[in-house]
């Protein structure tokens, strides 16, 4: 059964394990944070426009995604500043991004305004090298959400949030994505955040599920981990061993999380290592 290991957040999301510490944003206090083990936390940086998916360069500078205004920001002498603008391939709020080794980020983004009312469109995923470049390298994306990169480097994995499903790409030497296949489909299954162990499986965070689960290429559920009446938004694996499961969670999720206090990182002990990016 998970345990709270930080309460009293607006609505956690994009967590990575870096330097023995969860970094997670929490969108609507506009802030990212830094978590220990012992539950003490820090604020590392501010993004008014909301804060979502992180990651970090080669040379260990943070990158931020800032949702609303469709940018990727970089943390440079202390100061955030612009890295790259996605607004012109942004169909709407930028979320998850995965970094690689040689500091190219793919990002995410809804696709529509999901909160202005807007029927759903299909989004594109961009890659964002690192001097700044924005190059479109998948498209029709049913939301696209959390991903990760295999430990060699050779594959992306991303969820599909309203495709109900894992898509997999292999990642060309100049960081273009080839070969879109499945990774799982499973019906009632809406990813959002993810992370991949050692034996190849993806937890997935499932919000509508009140769950997360560990699933196998190919589709099969073969762990769940239940949140009675609580939503799953991401969820990574870290700690010293790589086996303890961090799991964002909130009552709901939008911009009516503002001013409220219930989101929680909860964490719960696992058997397989994390592997690969983030």
Same mark, same amino acid.
């Given at each position: 059964?998970?345990?709270?290991?930080?309460?009293?957040?607006?609505?956690?999301?994009?967590?990575?394990?870096?330097?023995?510490?969860?970094?997670?944003? +929490?969108?609507?206090?506009?802030?990212?944070?830094?978590?220990?083990?012992?539950?003490?936390?820090?604020?590392?940086?501010?993004?008014?426009?909301?804060?979502?998916?992180?990651?970090?360069?080669?040379?260990? *500078?943070?990158?931020?995604?800032?949702?609303?205004?469709?940018?990727?920001?970089?943390?440079?002498?202390?100061?955030?500043?612009?890295?790259?603008?996605?607004?012109?391939?942004?169909?709407?709020?930028?979320?998850?991004?995965?970094?690689?080794?040689?500091?190219?980020?793919?990002?995410?983004?809804?696709?529509?305004?999901?909160?202005?009312?807007?029927?759903?469109?299909?989004?594109?995923?961009?890659?964002?090298?690192?001097?700044?470049?924005?190059?479109?390298?998948?498209? +029709?994306?049913?939301?696209?959400?959390?991903?990760?990169?295999?430990?060699?480097?050779?594959?992306?994995?991303?969820?599909?949030?309203?495709?109900?499903?894992?898509? *997999?790409?292999?990642?060309?030497? +100049?960081?273009?994505?080839?070969?879109? *296949?499945?990774?799982?489909?499973?019906?009632?299954?809406?990813?959002?955040?993810?992370?991949?162990?050692?034996?190849?499986?993806?937890?997935?965070?499932?919000?509508?599920?009140?769950?997360?689960?560990?699933?196998?290429?190919?589709?099969?559920?073969?762990?769940?981990?239940?949140?009675?009446?609580?939503?799953?938004?991401? %969820?990574?694996?870290?700690?010293? +061993?790589?086996?303890?499961?961090?799991? %964002?969670?909130?009552?709901?999720?939008?911009?009516?999380?503002?001013?409220?206090?219930?989101?929680?990182?909860?964490?719960?002990?696992? *058997?397989?290592?994390?592997?690969?990016?983030?």
């Amino acid at each position: 059964m998970p345990q709270t290991l930080l309460d009293g957040l607006t609505f956690p999301e994009g967590p990575r394990w870096h330097d023995g510490r969860l970094w997670f944003s +929490d969108f609507y206090n506009y802030r990212v944070v830094a978590l220990g083990l012992d539950g003490k936390a820090e604020t590392m940086a501010t993004v008014p426009a909301c804060p979502s998916g992180l990651g970090w360069m080669p040379d260990r *500078s943070l990158l931020v995604v800032s949702m609303n205004d469709k940018r990727l920001l970089r943390m440079q002498a202390g100061q955030l500043v612009e890295h790259a603008d996605l607004s012109h391939v942004a169909g709407g709020p930028c979320n998850d991004m995965v970094v690689d080794r040689l500091g190219r980020a793919y990002v995410g983004n809804f696709g529509y305004e999901r909160f202005k009312g807007e029927d759903v469109r299909p989004a594109v995923l961009a890659r964002v090298d690192p001097d700044g470049t924005v190059t479109v390298v998948a498209r +029709d994306l049913k939301f696209p959400n959390g991903a990760v990169i295999t430990p060699d480097g050779s594959r992306l994995i991303i969820g599909e949030t309203m495709g109900n499903c894992l898509t *997999s790409f292999d990642i060309a030497p +100049d960081g273009g994505l080839l070969n879109r *296949s499945v990774f799982a489909a499973v019906e009632r299954l809406f990813p959002d955040g993810i992370c991949l162990d050692e034996e190849g499986l993806v937890w997935v965070a499932d919000p509508r599920g009140n769950r997360v689960v560990r699933v196998r290429e190919g589709g099969a559920i073969v762990e769940t981990i239940a949140l009675p009446g609580r939503n799953a938004y991401a %969820c990574m694996l870290g700690g010293e +061993d790589r086996r303890t499961l961090f799991i %964002c969670t909130a009552p709901g999720s939008g911009p009516e999380r503002a001013g409220k206090t219930d989101g929680k990182i909860e964490i719960v002990r696992v *058997s397989v290592a994390g592997a690969g990016l983030p």
